[in-house]
């Protein structure tokens, strides 16, 4: 198996590591607990993106720096907004 070649790699797997965590406490039954470790990993992508050099970003790197920093950062703020707004469901 191959290890990633750059700091960017490995954090964009650990962001994979941590949605796929969020997915499998969503599947449990704890959507607010694992849409939360979801927006979350997105958020450190965001600022990992905002951070490391372009040659340092490996599979961070999608489009230009703001362009994924701003699509990171909202889809992530949006899900922790999603995860606390939404009322509890009776039933």
């Known amino acids: 198996m191959r290890r990633p070649q750059t700091l960017g790699g490995t954090i964009y797997l650990m962001v994979l590591a941590a949605s ?12 607010r607990t694992g849409v939360g470790w979801i927006g ?8 990992a993106r905002l951070v490391l050099p372009e040659e340092a970003a490996g599979m961070l790197r ?10 990171l950062t909202v889809a992530g703020v949006a ?9 509890n469901q009776n039933g």
């Open 79 to 87: 899900l922790l907004v999603l995860s606390v707004v939404v009322p």
């Open 62 to 71: 999608v489009r230009r720096k703001w362009s994924d920093v701003l699509m």
């Open 40 to 47: 979350t990993g997105l958020l450190v992508a965001a600022m």
């Open 20 to 31: 796929l965590v969020g997915l499998g406490i969503v599947a449990a039954g704890a959507w």
